[in-house]
């Protein structure tokens, strides 16, 4: 049974950083991909980061240069290092697994493993 359980959101002002963590279990990354997702009230959720088996990374535009994705394969855990907050990045934060090799690394639809979410609010 796959099991993936995110942690590491919160509340902070803009500017600052948190480390999500995402723990996985179960999960065969015969794949190879994981990612990042995040999903605000009203919207439609959204990829952030992706990050293949041997470490090869994407990012969405809205992020690039302020989010790194990272992992550590023998702990069975995927990063994302959030730095430079701002209110607009305000959402749900899921990460997740595909059955087969995505052909969008972004594309929520791709995904079909997927955490419980941790929430990140960001105030100006």
């Known amino acids: 049974q796959v099991q993936l359980r995110e942690s590491g959101g919160g509340s902070v002002q803009s500017g600052e950083s948190l480390r999500l963590s995402c723990a996985h279990s179960?999960?065969?990354?015969?794949?190879?991909?994981m990612g990042w997702f995040r999903q605000a009230p009203g919207k439609e959720r959204e990829g952030v980061a992706a990050i293949s088996r041997t470490g090869v990374t994407t990012y969405a535009a809205s992020v690039k240069g302020r989010f790194t994705i990272s992992q550590d394969n023998a702990e069975n855990t995927l990063y994302l290092q959030m730095t430079s907050l701002k209110p607009e990045d305000t959402a749900m934060y899921y990460c997740a697994a595909p059955q087969r090799p995505p052909l969008y690394l972004l594309s929520p639809q791709q995904y079909h493993y997927w955490g419980q979410g941790t929430q990140v609010t960001v105030s100006s």
């Open positions: 179960g999960y065969t990354r015969s794949s190879n991909w």
